[in-house]
């Protein structure tokens, strides 16, 4: 029988009661969940790992700047004495620079974290492309340069056991952001590398209205590196990149685009990832408890 503890409890940041029971620690229903340490942004590496021990959240997205914060050689260790995996880690990227001189300093930097990724015990590095440089509207260069980047790494890639997932993002950030917007770009640019080596990031938020997704879930495949959810929620803060909602919460439809994940055969944890002032206010283990409860609900049965 499933462990629950009764309906009670309050929905963050709706301020709604609970719709549904709360998964205790060692519920079977939570084995893939992860939690992506941007979503309690005010807690720091050490208090994400208590938090997700207190829920019983088995894995975690780990994001370099806390980890370096406190050392990686110290972080593995909590990490490893927790039991928790590492599901990803964010960020590298940032490549569309046109300047010879800084593309080399992006590749060294991502070449650090492929070596923090493998330390941690993580099988991927987010990669977020990068936006257009200023004053650059050559949005196909900045692509291309995007692209010739990720290949540069595929050897590092290959010898630290650390596989680099391109992260699509929402046109809206093509400009300051992610110059890759769409499922069908990013798996243009992963599929004449290895797979072993180059994969490709389904995240609910940038990839929910494109045409066909589909189809492209279904193409990546073995591509898929990393499954990542949070809602789209109208109408959107001023800051955009602060839009990301509580599964449930919005417009998105998860039972039909887990369901696409599962059928292309990804078997990896589910990242909840929320960048969003009301959760970031809110109590973290608040925020957790929610989480588990709209995952339970919306994302773990289709699977």
């Known amino acids: 029988m499933t462990a629950t503890t009764t309906v009670t409890g309050t929905d963050v940041p709706s301020g709604a009661p609970a719709r ?30 208590d938090g997700c021990g207190r829920a019983g959240l088995p894995s975690i997205g780990a994001w370099r700047e806390p980890v370096l914060e406190v050392g990686v050689s110290t972080a593995a260790g909590w990490l490893r004495d927790a039991g928790l995996r590492v599901s990803s880690v964010c960020r590298g990227g940032f490549f569309t620079t046109a300047d010879p001189a800084e593309q080399r300093e992006r590749h060294d930097d991502n070449r650090r974290a492929l070596d923090e ?47 680099l997932a391109i992260e699509p993002m929402h046109p809206i950030f093509a400009a300051d952001r992610g110059v890759v917007s769409t499922l069908a770009q990013a798996l243009d640019i992963a599929e004449p590398l290895p797979v072993e080596a180059v994969g490709v990031v389904v995240d609910t938020f940038h990839v929910w209205w494109e045409p066909g997704v589909e189809e492209q879930v279904a193409r990546a495949g073995a591509r898929i590196a990393s499954y990542q959810v949070c809602e789209w929620i109208t109408p959107l803060p001023a800051d955009t990149l602060l839009s990301r909602g509580m599964m ?19 078997r990896g944890d589910v990242e909840v990832e929320i960048f969003n002032a009301d959760v970031w206010a809110a ?6 408890a929610t989480l588990a409860r709209r995952y339970v609900e919306l994302v773990e049965p289709h699977l």
């Open 117 to 163: 990724a493998a330390e941690l015990g993580a099988p991927c590095l987010v990669l977020v492309p990068g936006g257009l440089p200023a004053g650059d509207r050559d949005l196909v260069g900045a692509r291309a340069r995007a692209a010739a980047a990720v290949e540069a790494l595929v050897p590092h890639a290959l010898e630290v056991g650390v596989r």
């Open 248 to 266: 449930g919460d919005g417009h998105i439809d998860f039972p039909h685009l887990t369901a696409c994940v599962a059928a292309a055969g990804y």
């Open 283 to 288: 109590d973290g283990d608040a925020v957790l």
């Open 20 to 49: 549904t029971t709360t998964p205790e620690p060692g519920d079977p229903r939570l084995a893939r969940l992860s939690l992506n340490q941007k979503t309690v942004d005010g807690w720091s590496l050490r208090e994400a790992i």
